[in-house]
């Protein structure tokens, strides 16, 4: 296997941070990273040591658990419905 790190998503957060979304190569295994990344001093977007790391298989498991919160909020009234 070739080592893998692909930046797939970066999703703001505050001002100066992301939440950056790669697929990376560690130790043999491919695995979904969520890091911050935070405009350094020379106003690039560096990583920081904050993050998780979601093995491949998991993935539909914490797609799960996200839209079950985004219900409980939205039933909450703590966020708008949606209506695509």
Do not use: C, F, H, Y
Request: charged share 25%.
């Amino acid at each position: 296997m070739l080592p893998l790190d692909r930046i797939v998503a970066e999703i703001p957060r505050a001002a100066r941070e992301n939440i950056r979304v790669s697929l990376r190569e560690k130790r043999g295994s491919v695995g979904v990273e969520l890091r911050i990344a935070a405009a350094n001093g020379r106003g690039t977007m560096a990583e920081t040591a904050k993050g998780l790391r979601i093995p491949l298989s998991r993935i539909p498991d914490v797609i799960a658990a996200l839209q079950n919160a985004q219900r409980v909020a939205q039933g909450l009234s703590l966020v708008a419905v949606d209506r695509e």
